[in-house]
């Protein structure tokens, strides 16, 4: 069972590079989301979607962009890498509005 | 606002030793409420959930926890520490959103770090 895949696992960016982490899920779940782990912060809401074609801001959405065109993925998109953007993130899914949550390995990304 | 306060950002324990660490949660209908835990490097796995009834949870690994609502609490609990368990813990609440429901969000606590001493 494949369940959440990021990909890439570890990426380093220039400032000012855009790129896309990518998110797969093949649990056919309706929900999926994005957040960023930094030291001493926990994990952050980035954005979300609650099925394709609609996605919402979570908390910290700002440099970020998603789309959801499939139920299976949630690319989130960086437009212009910042060194405040240097953190882990991981993607997430949920099959019911109301249930746990299954994460990804996370994506470890640094930008100089 | 929903928030989840852990006020224990490391806790050192000896193995064999109990543990408990604590969660406190501010939110104004019954909460949906997780322990995952993250070893270092790796994603996180989930320990236990709370919904509704039973307000002792069993999780995996020989964790348990406790919904207390009066104390707005959902502290983490297992009898003996194994060195395994050394890792980081977060506590989260299912976020209530726009569209009803969690929608599988979730808010964390800043979690607490669990050292465990041979």
């Known amino acids: 069972n494949a369940g959440v895949t990021q990909t890439p696992k570890f990426q380093v960016l220039k400032t000012g590079q855009s790129m896309t982490l990518q998110c797969a899920q093949d649990?056919?779940?309706?929900?999926m989301s994005w957040y960023r782990q930094d030291p001493g912060m926990g994990l952050r809401l980035i954005h979300y979607?609650?099925?394709?074609?609609?996605?919402d801001q979570g908390e910290v959405p700002n440099g970020y962009n998603v789309s959801r065109s499939t139920t299976e993925d949630f690319p989130l998109r960086l437009l212009s890498a910042a060194p405040s953007q240097t953190s882990v993130y991981f993607c997430?899914?949920?099959?019911?509005?109301?249930?746990?949550?299954?994460f990804g390995q996370g994506t470890r990304l640094t930008v100089v | 606002a929903q928030s989840v306060t852990q006020p224990d950002i490391h806790i050192t324990v000896s193995e064999g030793a109990s543990l408990e660490l604590r969660c406190n949660y501010s939110?104004?209908?019954?909460?949906?409420l997780f322990w995952y835990v993250q070893s270092p490097g790796q994603g996180l796995q989930l320990l236990l959930k709370?919904?509704?009834?039973?307000?002792l949870v069993q999780g995996i690994k020989g964790f348990e926890a406790e919904f207390k609502r009066s104390q707005s609490s959902f502290n983490l609990r297992k009898p003996s520490v194994h060195w395994s368990d050394a890792a980081e813990y977060f506590c989260?609440?299912?976020?209530?959103?726009?569209?009803?429901?969690?929608?599988?969000?979730?808010?964390f606590g800043k979690g607490t770090k669990l050292s465990v001493k041979p």
């Open positions: 989260a609440v299912g976020a209530w959103g726009w569209y009803g429901g969690s929608q599988g969000n979730l808010i």
């Open positions: 979607s609650v099925g394709a074609g609609i996605t």
């Open positions: 939110y104004g209908a019954t909460p949906y």
């Open positions: 997430a899914s949920a099959g019911d509005s109301n249930t746990e949550a299954f």
């Open positions: 709370y919904f509704s009834g039973d307000t």
């Open positions: 649990m056919n779940h309706e929900y």
